[in-house]
């Protein structure tokens, strides 16, 4: 088991089963790493801020749908 945030694809050879349609989105402070659904929505995969108070945001939490219009 790793314990890295060096992305999988990086350490390991590519593989087909692995989803690469993640998208790196900034709202604000707040670093977002997202699955663009067929809606025209996005899927929060994991966020990224130096606040801790961002973590508490329950708009934001993994599995929340965003839209950015």
């Known amino acids: ?5 060096i992305p999988y694809e990086v350490i390991f050879e590519k593989r087909d089963d692995i989803p690469t349609n993640y998208i790196e989105l900034k709202m604000g ?23 801790p108070f961002d973590y508490l ?9 965003i839209s950015i219009y």
């Open 57 to 65: 945001d329950t708009k934001y939490t993994p599995g929340s749908i």
């Open 29 to 51: 402070n707040k670093q977002l790493v997202v699955a663009k659904l067929s809606n025209g929505n996005y899927l929060i995969q994991s966020m990224y801020s130096t606040n």
């Open 1 to 5: 088991m790793l314990y890295t945030i």
